[in-house]
Every structure is written in structure tokens, then in C-alpha cells.
């Protein structure tokens, strides 16, 4: 698999210019004397790489490609000397990652670009960006006017984070009568890792085709959405530090240079597990399962709908690597029904790859979420584990390593249009229709 990171930093500037909103541009500073290394090898490496990434010593730049991965300031002398005594071979591929990002800005010298008749103001937000990526401020008036137009919309918050956003949560309710039985329903999380923002975009471009389906696909289903997950750490990201990951929660008891909480390492299903206890890395695991406002409230509303609804499917919208994870990732066992989650993957998979108007789907592979290396404390792992929920899938949008986190924002509309294709095909499976 490809990961040209000299690429992304090359072509950053692009998806800076692209991403411009309302809030400051992005302050490389932070970004100094950071550095991209790629160390040879695939999955061989993936296990030394992990605990290096449990220990707080790298950044691992993607689940499905461990052996690129950013390397800090104060650790590289660790980090080389580990991957010395491990026989491990690499080469630095970003000397300084704040000086090259910043140098590109100030080489291409351009203005912003404009975002080409969409428009997204307060009281005039009709539909989700695809020419640019969209602030909290901005998917939260989306959002507002979505469930004012929308009958089938219902919006509500169901907590708040420790810098006092609301965790928002999109209920599209069915067009049938309402009965007394038990209706099925699906449930997606966006945005709960900070610098993955096409996650945020996709997944609106999905409520806003789901909020405007009248075919039997969504008729006579209840349609849960928490569009971003991470509010502080996706708005940290994007006004300080890019590649940031995790909350921004302080613990008291943490040193101060060490903020935030891997949310997608908090969830109790083998809490522990290729999770770091360090609060410096980029995988800490908090002081306890659900030790997170975010993750304690998701998992109420979850366990909530779950008694009220007949869950069929969570899907975790993340990116980057263009793969398709289903349980577990805690342990190599099989998790149930893995068979039919992979039929129903494979259908997601082979329906995004159709590709429209000549242009070439994104090849979408389904495995386990334990393939590379073992993670805990994910979302769908708790789902399925916890609500016996049938169908529970990470999804990695793309790309595959050019543009890795920073993404361009002309890759929304379609990553969004092609998992559109899939979920016809995936919903229609997971509701035995």
C-alpha cells in the first residue's frame, strides 16, 4: 500500500486554501521540529510500532499504515534507538514538518479559495459543504436548519464537552405510521478522532441524503446520526495543530503538555488493550472506561436507543486507508455473525467501487479490525459486545497515504457519494430486506 508523505506536505497548502473558514488559519509553530518517518516493512513492524506509539514516542499516521508515522521533538533519539535494536530500517521523510508546511504557504502565495456559490451563514445554511471543509460553528447551523425544514429531523443535544460544546445528535425519523412494535434502526458516529475532517463532511453529506430519502430504504426506520463526536478536538485541530487526535479534557493530575484522551480508545470492550496509559501519547486510554463526557454521553444515548429500537447497525466513519472493519479489534478471536458482516460489507464495498458519470469508486477492503495489530475501547467493539448489535463497522474513508489526515476538501463529495452507493446496498442487508 502507497504513503507518499512528501505529497501531502508538498500539496498541503491546497487543502489549507480549501479548508479556510470563518476561524484562523492553522498555526504551523506547534508543528516544529516534528518530523515523518517511514520505516520499512509492513505488517511485520506493526507490533514495535504500536508499543512505541503506547509509550508516547510516535504517531502512528493510520491504522492501516503503521509504518509511516510522526516522530516528536524530544523523542527521536528513543525512537531511532528501539527501531535500531529491532533490526527495523527507516528513512526520515519530513525533516521539519512546521517549517516545510509553513514555507509551502508562504511559497505558493494565493488566496484563499472561494467556496463557489455554497454558502453557509447563520440563518442560511441549506446544505453541507463540499468545497470546503466546515467549522463547528458552521455544521451546528447546518444542522439547526436541517431539523427547522425537516419534519422527519429532530435535533437535540446530549452533552456537553469540557470546553462546553454540544455533542450533537440528528434523530430522522420514519415516514411510516408509528406502531407499537419495535422499529429498526442504524446509528453513525463521525469525527471522533480530531484531524480526520473528512469524517465530519462525509457524514453530514449522508444526513442530508438520508433526511431527504422517501424510498423504502429509510421509510420504516429510525436513523441516529452524531455527526462530530470530538467538538474541542476537531476545532483544536483546526486552529493549533493539525494532526491533533484525541479530547482536550485536563486531568489535574496529568503533566499539562500531555491534554486529551484517545476517544476511540475509552469505550470498556478490552479497555486496555493496544491503548497507552501514558497521557502523552497519542493512544492514552483516559483513567477508566467512559472517564470522557464525549463517550459517556454517546453511550447513554446508545444504550438508550438500543432499548427502544431494534439496533441493526453502527458505523464509526473515520479515515484514512479505504477499509471496511468489522469486530473485533481487541483479540484475534471471531466476533459473532462475522460472516454476515462480511457479506454485507463486501456488498458496501463492491457498490462504493461502482464509481458514476465515468469516475472510478474508491476500493473499499473488508477485514477485521485486529488485522494489523490489536486496538480496545472502540466504538463498535462496545456495541457489539455491549447492545449485541448485528452489524458494527469502522469505516476508513480514503484516501490510501497520499494525502493521508489532510485531505483536500475536493475528496468530499466523492468519498460521500460513493459511500452513499454502498449504504443502499448496506441498510437493505443489515435490515434483512
Known amino acids: 500500500m502507497r504513503c507518499y508523505w512528501v505529497v501531502l506536505v508538498l500539496l498541503v497548502l491546497d487543502v489549507v486554501l480549501a479548508t479556510s473558514s470563518p476561524t484562523p488559519v492553522n498555526n504551523y509553530q506547534v508543528l516544529a521540529g516534528h518530523q515523518i518517518w517511514r520505516a520499512e516493512g509492513g505488517s511485520e513492524v506493526a507490533a514495535v510500532m504500536g508499543r512505541l506509539e503506547e509509550e508516547g514516542l510516535v504517531d502512528i499516521l493510520g491504522h ?39 514555507e509551502e504557504e508562504r511559497r505558493v502565495k494565493r488566496e484563499i479559495l472561494s467556496s463557489q456559490g455554497e454558502t453557509c451563514f447563520e440563518n442560511d ?17 447546518y444542522l439547526h436548519e ?20 454540544d455533542i450533537w445528535l440528528v434523530h430522522i425519523k420514519p415516514t411510516a405510521k408509528e406502531g407499537t412494535k419495535k422499529r ?5 458516529e463521525g469525527g471522533i478522532h480530531a484531524r480526520e475532517w473528512i469524517s465530519e463532511a462525509v457524514t453530514l453529506q449522508l444526513l442530508d441524503k438520508l433526511a431527504s430519502d422517501d424510498t423504502t430504504l429509510t421509510r420504516n426506520i429510525d436513523i441516529y446520526c452524531v455527526p462530530i463526536a470530538n467538538p474541542d478536538g476537531y476545532e483544536y485541530s483546526r486552529n493549533t495543530d493539525r494532526l491533533w487526535r484525541k479530547n482536550r479534557a485536563i486531568d489535574p493530575s496529568m503533566e499539562r503538555d500531555c491534554t486529551g484522551v484517545d476517544l476511540n480508545r475509552n469505550w470498556s470492550t478490552g479497555y486496555g ?12 486510554q483516559g483513567s477508566a472506561p467512559f472517564s470522557e463526557l464525549e463517550t459517556r454521553a454517546l453511550k447513554k444515548e ?3 436507543v438500543s432499548s427502544v429500537n431494534n439496533l441493526r447497525l453502527v458505523m464509526a466513519v473515520h479515515s484514512f486507508g479505504q477499509k471496511l472493519y468489522h469486530p473485533w479489534g481487541f483479540t484475534k478471536k471471531e466476533a459473532p455473525n462475522t460472516a454476515e458482516m462480511k457479506k454485507a460489507g463486501l456488498a458496501f464495498a463492491q457498490a462504493a467501487a461502482k464509481g458514476s458519470r465515468g469516475r472510478k469508486g474508491a476500493q473499499y477492503e473488508v477485514t477485521s479490525s485486529s488485522e494489523l495489530y490489536l486496538a480496545s475501547g472502540a466504538t463498535d467493539d462496545w456495541a457489539k459486545a ?36 454502498g449504504m443502499k446496498k448496506l441498510i437493505p442487508m443489515v435490515l434483512n430486506k
Not at 436541517?146 to 452533552?159: F, M, N, T, Y
Not at 488493550?273 to 492514552?284: D, I, K, L, M, Q
Request: charged share 20%.
Open 64 to 102: 492501516s499504515i503503521a509504518s509511516t508515522f510522526r516522530v516528536f521533538p524530544g523523542t527521536k533519539d528513543s525512537v531511532s534507538t528501539s527501531l535500531q535494536r529491532e533490526g527495523i530500517k527507516y528513512h526520515v521523510v519530513v525533516p521539519d514538518l512546521g517549517r516545510h508546511l509553513a
Open 125 to 141: 445554511c441549506p446544505k453541507p459543504l463540499t468545497q470546503r471543509y466546515m467549522t463547528y460553528v458552521e455544521i451546528a447551523w
Open 146 to 165: 436541517l431539523a427547522a425544514k425537516s419534519p422527519r429531523v429532530e435535533l437535540k443535544s446530549i452533552g456537553k464537552t469540557f470546553e462546553n460544546r
Open 184 to 188: 429498526d434502526a442504524i446509528w453513525m
Open 273 to 284: 488493550v493496544g491503548a497507552s496509559t501514558n497521557p502523552c501519547s497519542e493512544v492514552y
Open 302 to 304: 446508545m444504550t438508550r
Open 386 to 421: 455491549t447492545l449485541d448489535v448485528p452489524y458494527a463497522y469502522t469505516l476508513e474513508l480514503p484516501d490510501e497515504g497520499l494525502h493521508g489526515f489532510v485531505l483536500p476538501s475536493n475528496f468530499i463529495k466523492p468519498a460521500a457519494q460513493d459511500v452513499w452507493r
